[in-house]
Structures are given as structure tokens and as C-alpha cells.
């Protein structure tokens, strides 16, 4: 059985940081692309950062610089490290196991609220 668990997420305020993870079993976490999503009310998911499974990785436009995606293939858990936070980083974020350029599996996402 897929399982992807999501950890992390909490309040933090404006400037702080937090690293979220996301465990992975019942695939061969080594295989596939890993990917970092959020979604904030009323908004579309989006894409956040992707590890392919070689260990590149892309960012969308506004997280560069600030978030850092890792995976550890040996605890099948990919990172997510979020520095500078802003208020409109607050969502729901998910991760997701990619294959066929596609999110395949999802977790059940860990909240992240920014804010003083």
C-alpha cells in the first residue's frame, strides 16, 4: 500500500522557517520523482519544487532562493526547507511521487500558516 505522510507544517511568523517531510512507503521511493505541492484557499495547487530521482531539481519562480528540496533515498523521505517566509505562503502543502511527468501518489498535506 502507497503511503506518502506529510510532517512539519505549523505557525510561524513572517521571516521564520520550517522544514516539512514526507515519508514514503510502499513504492520504490528511489525510482521516482519526488515533488513538493501547496494550495491556499481558493487557489489552485501549484507547484512548489521537484527532485527527480537522480537529485535535480526545479523550483517554481517565487520559492527560488528561499526553498530547498532534498530526498535521503535510504529513508525514502524527501525535504522540504522553507526560509523568509511570507504571509502568502501559507497552504496546504503535499507531497507527491511523479511518474510520466505526473504526480502518481499524493499524501494528505501538512498546513502551513505564516503569520504575526
Known amino acids: 500500500q502507497v503511503q506518502l505522510v506529510e510532517s512539519g507544517g505549523g505557525l510561524v511568523q513572517p521571516g521564520g522557517s520550517l522544514r516539512l517531510s514526507c515519508a514514503a512507503s510502499g513504492f520504490t521511493f528511489s525510482s521516482y520523482a519526488m515533488s513538493w505541492y501547496r494550495q491556499a484557499p481558493g487557489k489552485e495547487r501549484e507547484l512548489v519544487a521537484i527532485?527527480?530521482?537522480?537529485?535535480?531539481?526545479h523550483y517554481a519562480e517565487s520559492m527560488k532562493g528561499r526553498f530547498t528540496i532534498s530526498r535521503d533515498n535510504a529513508k525514502n523521505t524527501v525535504y522540504l526547507q522553507m526560509n523568509s517566509l511570507k504571509p502568502e505562503d501559507t497552504a496546504v502543502y503535499y507531497c507527491?511521487?511523479?511518474?510520466?511527468?505526473?504526480?502518481?501518489?499524493w499524501g494528505q498535506g501538512t498546513q502551513v500558516t505564516v503569520s504575526s
Open positions: 507527491s511521487a511523479e511518474a510520466g511527468g505526473a504526480p502518481r501518489y
Open positions: 527532485t527527480s530521482a537522480g537529485g535535480r531539481t
